[in-house]
């Protein structure tokens, strides 16, 4: 079971960033996906969610600027993320978990993937 994440990076204030995160050795289509972050220092949070059935939800602090989407013919979710800020600096990890909900629980998830660095200057 692998869960591989890319498209981290650095960026300046207000603009954009795609992740990815590329899943293998399970059957991607049954389960829910989340993109959790992790700041220095900080707790790591739920940014954002898609359940199998394609059923998202967002975090309030990201609201209207990421987008998480997932194409269960490529095992990819992404997670688009628009004007961005210095706060929104963090490891960013992509996970996986069966069910309908509890995505903001993290012992939920069965798989986790290694996470990017996204770095947002001012």
């Known amino acids: 079971v692998q869960l591989q994440a890319s498209g981290g990076g650095l960026v300046q204030a207000g603009g954009s960033l795609r992740l990815s995160c590329v899943a293998s050795?399970?059957?991607?289509?049954?389960?829910?996906m989340g993109w959790y972050r992790q700041a220095p220092g900080k707790q790591r949070e739920l940014v954002a969610s898609i359940s199998s059935a394609g059923s998202t939800n967002y975090a309030d602090f990201v609201k209207g600027r990421f987008t998480i989407s997932r194409d269960n013919a490529k095992n990819t979710v992404y997670l688009q993320m628009n004007s961005l800020s210095p706060e929104d600096t963090a490891v960013y990890y992509c996970?996986?978990?069966?069910?309908?909900?509890?995505?903001?629980?993290?012992?939920?998830?069965?798989?986790w993937g290694q996470g990017t660095q996204v770095t947002v200057s001012s």
């Open positions: 050795g399970f059957t991607f289509s049954s389960y829910g």
């Open positions: 996970a996986a978990k069966m069910g309908f909900y509890g995505f903001g629980n993290r012992a939920q998830y069965a798989y």
